[in-house]
């Protein structure tokens, strides 16, 4: 079986940083990605999907990404079913990424001072859970 992702967009927003209670660092963003083709009106229309790292991974991007940037993301999709307040049942899909490649520097930081490159969640996932 295979579940691979494999995506290149914006983010939509800055990344949410923040830690598990056991000290494990886990960073969320979300990204705008073009469909490849135009509807009917000639539009292309836009996913907003939802990435989240971890580790060292969530770190770096939770330091170096802002909004508007772009960057590519290669992962695996994760699907999670859950009861809202109202008791309806609902699912969320997020990338858990593996790799991030940031392919342009941030528009609101001096270029010195912001990360450009890949870096890969090569970690032992033990720590992560779920």
């Given at each position: ?83 809202d ?6 699912k ?16 609101n ?11 890969n ?10």
């Amino acid at each position: 079986m295979l579940n691979k992702v494999i995506l290149i967009g914006r983010l939509t927003r800055d990344p949410e940083p923040r830690y598990t209670t056991s000290g494990v660092a886990v960073t969320k963003f979300n990204m705008a990605v073009d469909r490849p083709f135009a509807n009917k009106q000639g539009e292309r229309e836009v996913d907003f999907i939802d990435i989240v790292t971890w580790q060292k991974l969530a770190e770096a991007c939770a330091n170096h990404l802002v909004k508007g940037q772009l960057v590519a993301v290669e992962g695996r999709m994760q699907i999670q079913s859950y009861e809202d307040k109202q008791g309806i049942k609902r699912k969320a899909v997020d990338v858990i990424a593996e790799t991030v490649k940031f392919l342009s520097k941030p528009k609101n930081k001096d270029s010195a001072d912001s990360y450009t490159g890949e870096i890969n969640f090569s970690g032992d996932d033990s720590e992560v859970p779920f």
